[in-house]
């Protein structure tokens, strides 16, 4: 390992797609994470499809460069192991609500007893001073809890609904990828662990509220809350003659290029509710209804190579199948196709970074549940003898031999 984590020991006793999603981008860091599971396993290992138990995609796509471990913390024994590890680890993970790790005995004092220099991250629905402090929390649960199906609903006037994508799951953890390489510059500097609570509440309260807070943010406010311009109904890909553009002409060049090129520069840019960006934000609609007017008379590669011409921001619209096809991703290496162990070749991303000197990468293939059991509980000194008697209790577990 060589990533710019390297030395950085990681316990993650945390399921589903969070928590185990920053470990994993921790871990193509070059940390070692420890990924602790149940003799049931993470239950986002049954989400398929999968070519075996246990090994779905969306697993697989949340959990690589991780070693898997399994401990029964419901014993006296896989607690005790799992305490046994955290003694020499630099950071504790977990998605559990903070009442439940009180009664596994693995509250922050319990943990920090055997570890003074650890830090104890949670990650889970809601700040602990508030009354949604026990509730349990998902992304879609937070997705609705912060306004996101409302914002669809006031774009398109169509029902509230989801957006079709983990955004709350895999949002709150990049931004706890973030706090916790501050902890750990921290730590470094001053050997001293701490306790971080990671809420997904105020944590997307945060982040879409950083859009829509608007005329609210002023007290009194002078204002409704709600960006106008990602609130109109015709803020979408456009259609075209033959398909779909994504089109973002935002400044005033933008504008004024576009316009031009289609002859019709005069016509729009002398109206006074266009003239500007605060006069085109107010009549945001308006221009838009233009733009998806004009859109139509062309085809989709006629209007990409207009825009390469003139430099205004265009894309195509992807499928997720065109999307795996695309020429870019194909260029930069995004995807590689790498054989696993018992899973044969599987489609790999690239760490979507590049550094000039400790490059992250991925570190090991996504773990068969309980593959470094053996191995972990050797580390942590635990002799053949006391291996065998755990798994032979349920405590651990190991994967049988194809």
Request: glycine letters at 8%.
């Amino acid at each position: 390992m060589t990533g710019p984590l390297n030395g950085i020991r990681i316990i993650d006793i945390s399921t589903v797609l969070m928590a185990p999603y920053a470990t994993q981008i921790l871990g193509d860091m070059g940390a070692d994470v420890i990924k602790v599971e149940s003799p049931a396993g993470d239950l986002i290992r049954g989400i398929g499809p999968y070519r075996h138990a246990g090994m779905g995609a969306i697993f697989m796509n949340a959990n690589r460069s991780k070693r898997s471990l399994v401990l029964d913390l419901k014993q006296a024994a896989g607690r005790d192991a799992l305490l046994e590890l955290c003694r020499h680890a630099d950071l504790f993970i977990y998605n559990l609500r903070p009442q439940v790790m009180e009664r596994l005995g693995l509250s922050y004092e319990q943990i920090s007893a055997v570890n003074t220099r650890i830090i104890y991250v949670g990650m889970y629905g809601y700040g602990q001073d508030g009354p949604y402090a026990a509730k349990p929390a998902y992304d879609d649960l937070i997705q609705g809890a912060v306004g996101i199906p409302w914002l669809a609903h006031m774009n398109s006037g169509n029902e509230p609904t989801y957006v079709p994508t983990a955004i709350v799951d895999r949002g709150v953890a990049l931004s706890a990828v973030g706090i916790i390489n501050a902890a750990l510059y921290h730590q470094l500097r001053t050997g001293n662990g701490q306790r971080i609570d990671i809420p997904m509440f105020e944590t997307m309260a945060a982040f879409v509220l950083g859009d829509h807070l608007a005329g609210e943010t002023f007290v009194p406010p002078i204002g409704p809350s709600g960006y106008q311009r990602m609130l109109v109904s015709d803020r979408r890909p456009y259609r075209t003659r033959d398909g779909y553009i994504c089109l973002m002409a935002y400044s005033d060049r933008h504008w004024r290029e576009l316009f031009q090129a289609l002859g019709r520069g005069d016509e729009v840019l002398s109206d006074p509710r266009f003239s500007t960006i605060e006069k085109r934000t107010e009549h945001i609609g308006a221009l838009y209804q233009e733009l998806s007017s004009v859109l139509a008379m062309r085809t989709t590669a006629e209007w990409l190579e207009l825009c390469e011409t003139i430099d205004i921001p265009a894309m195509p619209l992807h499928t997720i199948d065109s999307l795996i096809q695309d020429p870019h991703l194909k260029a930069t290496g995004f995807f590689s196709v790498v054989e696993h162990p018992t899973e044969g070749s599987i489609r790999h991303m690239a760490v979507p970074s590049q550094w000039s000197e400790t490059q992250p990468l991925p570190s090991r293939h996504a773990p068969v549940l309980g593959e470094h059991s053996i191995e972990i509980l050797r580390e942590a000194g635990y002799t053949p003898e006391h291996i065998a008697t755990l798994l032979e209790a349920g405590v651990s577990f190991v994967p049988s031999s194809p």
